[in-house]
């Protein structure tokens, strides 16, 4: 297993944090656990998490499947802002 930390910026706190909450069937499904997730005070629009995953290209791979691209473009998600890290345990 492997952790993920990454960070992005979202166009609306609320709306993405709705759209991450009700899509996490298919994040367990892929073996993505969520260990942390929020925003900073300052700026509510950045969003950090924490993400375990079986192997290091997990994340990726869910993240370019076309449903789940789809559902992330709509959240809100900047993609083009995206900073993650692939960590040991």
Not at 37 to 48: I, R, S, T
Request: charge should be negative.
């Amino acid at each position: 297993m492997v952790k993920i930390i990454g960070n992005f910026e979202v166009n609306d706190w609320d709306h993405w944090k709705k759209m991450f909450d009700e899509h996490s069937g298919p994040r367990q499904e892929a073996g993505i656990k969520t260990i942390y997730v929020g925003n900073e005070l300052d700026n509510p629009n950045k969003v950090h998490v924490v993400m375990q995953t079986p192997a290091a290209d997990t994340m990726q791979k869910f993240m370019q499947d076309p449903e789940n691209s789809k559902i992330i473009e709509q959240s809100g998600h900047k993609q083009e802002t995206t900073v993650m890290a692939v960590c040991s345990d």
